[in-house]
């Protein structure tokens, strides 16, 4: 009788909740064990309490980053050790920030020119140079790069009716 109980107690009990969730508009409420690709810990740049807070990044009725809560606490995870850093391909990378002097030196004039040079080589099908010119914006040079994709290619996706180069870029960049 005994073995009937333990059978019965393994069979109903309870899976363990994931870890981390994140929840989002069109997909809705992802489950992660452990923290996902493409999470991006904030540089606290505005806010001092932001720093090392933890977000992913993705296309979710546009561009943004989607804050990722700890399921054992309740709470945003924050992780200060890594602020400006991000987790891709497993790995832990940190973020850099594209001066007007690395602008000059390029031979561009504005950061505008700097974002189309990522889409040229994202045009020309050159994916590690694409990602490289990427990986050293900053978190707000990242979410500016989005909100220029998104109006100065919207009506180029629209006319195509295609989701939009931003969503396309999330996906060949990240």
Do not use: W
């Not at 073995?3 to 981390?20: D, W």
Request: charged share 30%; aromatic share 12%; glycine share 4%.
């Amino acid at each position: 009788m005994e073995n009937v109980f333990n059978t019965l107690a393994e069979i109903t009990r309870p899976e363990t909740p994931a870890r981390y969730i994140v929840k989002t508009e069109t997909r809705g409420t992802l489950f992660f064990d452990e923290l996902p690709n493409k999470t991006y810990f904030a540089m606290g740049y505005q806010d001092e309490s932001d720093k090392g807070k933890a977000y992913l990044y993705t296309f979710d009725e546009g561009t943004c980053l989607i804050p990722i809560i700890d399921t054992r606490t309740g709470l945003q995870v924050c992780k200060p050790e890594f602020a400006g850093h991000e987790i891709n391909e497993g790995d832990l990378k940190n973020r850099k920030m594209i001066t007007q002097h690395i602008i000059n030196t390029l031979n561009l004039e504005f950061i505008e020119d700097y974002f189309d040079l990522i889409i040229d080589e994202k045009a020309k099908d050159n994916r590690e140079k694409a990602k490289e010119l990427f990986n050293q914006l900053s978190d707000k040079q990242i979410e500016d790069f989005f909100n220029y994709v998104d109006t100065a290619y919207y009506y180029d996706a629209h006319d195509n009716n295609v989701q939009g180069l931003s969503a396309e870029l999330v996906n060949y960049l990240m």
